[in-house]
């Protein structure tokens, strides 16, 4: 720390390469002097202070113009006590994370647009759990069985099941978590809280997880009652 600025005394290959410098470049200049924003620097200064204010590493992510484009970089810094007799020194370690939150940004993105999707949409859907209990409903699916969603949420798909259809409903349900089969019966009859009977057309898909492990079933279900 130079007062309101950051001097290099020392960058390795990769991070010289990286800010399309030389070592015969960066060594002993000011960040000012290299052309770093004074944005940037500010914001160096700010996390290099309270890491040598708590005595502890301070990690921060920032956008930085590199020749390679503006790229999100994720950093650490790291008081050096043992090297600060005269002066406060730190090790700067960075990192590019661009494509990584790109990734993360775009998951997100997908995310809301099902979301969105299955809040808003007209059948019946539901997520529902490999035990076969009910984890997220939409309106439509409380509409059609007359159920809030907190009801639904302390029930398993058997419960709203036609005891004739139930044992088979049960079954399938165990072969779609294990991945013994991809298709659903072509309609079963549910049964709305008033006792009303409905046919409906039920379509369900397994769900994984990130490890590619049965994480929960997608349930879509629609009425059909009138054109029976």
Same mark, same amino acid.
């Given at each position: 720390l130079v007062g309101g600025d950051i001097r290099h005394l020392s960058?390795?290959?990769?991070?010289? $390469?990286?800010? @399309?410098?030389?070592?015969?470049?960066t060594q002993g200049r000011l960040a000012s002097d290299l052309g770093v924003p004074a944005g940037v620097i500010r914001l160096w200064v700010e996390r290099?202070?309270? /890491?040598?204010?708590?005595?502890r590493p301070v990690a921060f992510e920032y956008p930085h113009a590199t020749p390679a @484009?503006?790229?999100?970089?994720? $950093?650490?810094?790291?008081?050096?006590?043992?090297? /600060? $007799?005269?002066?406060? &020194?730190? /090790?700067?370690?960075?990192?590019?994370?661009?494509? &990584?939150?790109?990734? $993360?940004? +775009?998951?997100? +993105? +997908?995310?809301?647009r099902f979301r969105t999707s299955f809040n808003e949409s007209a059948i019946g859907m539901a997520l529902v759990g490999v035990s076969g209990r009910f984890t997220q409903v939409n309106r439509a699916l409380c509409d059609l069985l007359g159920y809030s969603a907190a009801d639904l949420l302390t029930r398993h798909v058997a419960d709203v099941t036609h005891p004739d259809d139930r044992a088979d409903q049960v079954e399938h349900v165990r072969q779609l978590a294990a991945g013994q089969v991809r298709?659903?019966?072509?309609?079963? &009859?549910?049964?709305?809280r008033d006792g009303r009977v409905l046919w409906a057309q039920c379509h369900a898909a397994p769900g994984q997880e990130a490890d590619g492990t049965p994480g929960h079933l997608v349930f879509q279900i629609l009425d059909v009652t009138k054109r029976r």
């Open positions: 960058d390795n290959a990769q991070a010289t $390469a990286f800010f @399309g410098r030389t070592r015969e470049e290099y202070r309270e /890491s040598h204010r708590t005595g @484009g503006e790229r999100w970089l994720s $950093a650490t810094v790291t008081h050096l006590v043992a090297l /600060s $007799a005269d002066r406060p &020194r730190f /090790s700067y370690v960075v990192e590019d994370v661009t494509t &990584r939150r790109a990734t $993360a940004e +775009a998951l997100r +993105a +997908a995310e809301e298709v659903s019966p072509p309609e079963l &009859r549910y049964v709305r």
